[in-house]
C-alpha cells in the first residue's frame, strides 16, 4: 500500500465556502482512501461538506486525543 503524506495549512473546496485548516491528509492509493486528521473543532461540519461537494464518501469519524479523525474514499 503506498501512503502520501501531505501537510497542508488549508484545503478549499471547488466552491470555495468550506476551508480546512491545520490538517494532514494522507491519501491510500490502493483503494482511494484518505486520512483526514486535523484539531480543528468546527471540522466535523467543514469535513462533511467538503466529502459532499467533492461528490466523495465518508466512511467513519472518531475523536482521539482531541485529533478529528476522517476517513474518506474517493469513488
Not at 482521539?64 to 474518506?72: A, C, D, M, Q, T
Request: with cysteine; proline share 4%; hydrophobic share 40%.
Amino acid at each position: 500500500m503506498k501512503l502520501k503524506q501531505l501537510d497542508a495549512k488549508s484545503v478549499k473546496c471547488p466552491d470555495l465556502t468550506v476551508v480546512v485548516r491545520r490538517f494532514i491528509f494522507r491519501e491510500i492509493t490502493s483503494d482511494c482512501v484518505a486520512h483526514v486528521i486535523t484539531c480543528e473543532p468546527l471540522s466535523t461540519e467543514r469535513i462533511s461538506h467538503m466529502v459532499h461537494q467533492l461528490e466523495w464518501e465518508l466512511l467513519s469519524q472518531h475523536v482521539e486525543n482531541g485529533e478529528y479523525h476522517f476517513l474518506i474514499r474517493k469513488p
